[in-house]
């Protein structure tokens, strides 16, 4: 792991690198990540137990941490700021769709840092989208691909709420999620797609 964080360290930093060029270690799981314009790849660690069920873990080469649980961003954490879901509480029931199935109403109990921001509740709305949306980031075809939206219900004072940005995420034809968008907060936003783009 020290060595993939080593190799990827100069990618990270920098602004539309060609990370198409880079020799990937067929050993290693890829995401290509960009946050605010820069653009670098993470290197998947582990799964872990999260609000969402099983989680992803992921590192960048500057100790940047990603978080995804079955597509969703329920963690983002880089050397100076953090945002993370802490618990999620289901109001609706799941819409299955193969064996992906997120609930498609459910509250967010969200943590940020900086500001001490603990414990804040936002109540969520998914719905299937007809087309991909404008603004998405994929690189590669989207023939074959299933796009889900999520955004808050209602609105909140809370320099947390990006309502106005509502979540993405992509199915395959297998429904395993291979990209997705989020603005943690207003001004803060990722797009994450697994890399190398798969073929349809």
């Known amino acids: 792991m020290q060595g993939a964080r080593a190799t990827l360290a100069p990618l990270w930093h920098g602004e539309g690198a060609d990370l198409a ?25 582990d799964d872990e137990e999260g609000p969402r069920g099983r989680t992803g873990v992921w590192y960048s080469g500057d100790g940047s941490v990603l978080r995804l649980a079955q597509g ?4 983002f954490s880089s050397p100076d700021r953090q945002w993370r879901v802490s618990a999620v ?3 609706a029931p799941a819409a299955a769709v193969g064996s992906w199935a997120v609930p498609e109403r459910s509250t967010e109990i969200r943590d940020a840092q900086p500001g001490y921001r603990f414990g804040i509740p936002f109540e969520r709305e998914r719905i299937a989208l007809a087309q991909p ?4 980031h994929w690189l590669g075809a989207t023939a074959g ?24 995420v992509a199915l395959d034809a297998q429904a395993r999620p291979v990209y997705g968008a989020r603005c943690m907060e207003p001004g803060w936003c990722l797009h994450w797609q697994v890399w190398p783009t798969p073929s349809p």
Do not use: C, I
Request: a negative charge; zero cysteines.
């Open 133 to 136: 949306p404008s603004g998405q």
């Open 72 to 75: 969703h961003v329920v963690g």
């Open 89 to 91: 509480v289901d109001a």
């Open 145 to 168: 691909l299933r796009w889900f939206e999520e955004h808050n219900v209602g609105a909140t004072d809370d320099a947390l709420d990006s309502a106005a940005a509502p979540a993405w």
């Open 21 to 45: 060029a880079l020799p990937l270690k067929p050993t290693l799981r890829y995401l290509r990540v960009e946050v605010n314009g820069r653009v670098g790849l993470m290197v998947w660690s």
